[in-house]
């Protein structure tokens, strides 16, 4: 394990791992690459973490024993279809219903209709019982 690192030397460390990401500024690379020169102790950590990294990022990848979806996902499939199936019944329940119910009688209007309308129209509403406009009663 190595000694407490200089703050040079974990700033350097860190910019190698943004180097082996390319998220590394070209400052910034200047600045590691002065610090490699300098620094033995980092030159080493960088070379393993590169030669690291290269192992790992060509080893082919694993397959998975058995697919890897997640139980919530697999459970909420039935209930979703269910749901559908439900919401598709129930339309169809309430479309059979609507036809099978009478239609509305078509609305009459008679001469007696139409004169009283218009009389209350004409006038103020009134307390009841009195011809005292409602709004002065208040
Ligand atoms: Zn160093």
Redesign the pocket.
Known sequence: MDAVL?A??ER?RGWASLALDCELSELERGHLRA?LAE?A??ATFVAGLREVTHELRAAPLPAPSRPLVPRRMRSRRVPLVLALLAIVGAAAAGGVAGSLRPAPAPARVTATGVRLTALFRSQPPTMPGTRLPLRAAV
Do not use: N, P
Request: hydrophobic share 25%.
């Open positions: 200089s040079e030397c350097a610090h620094c102790a980092c």
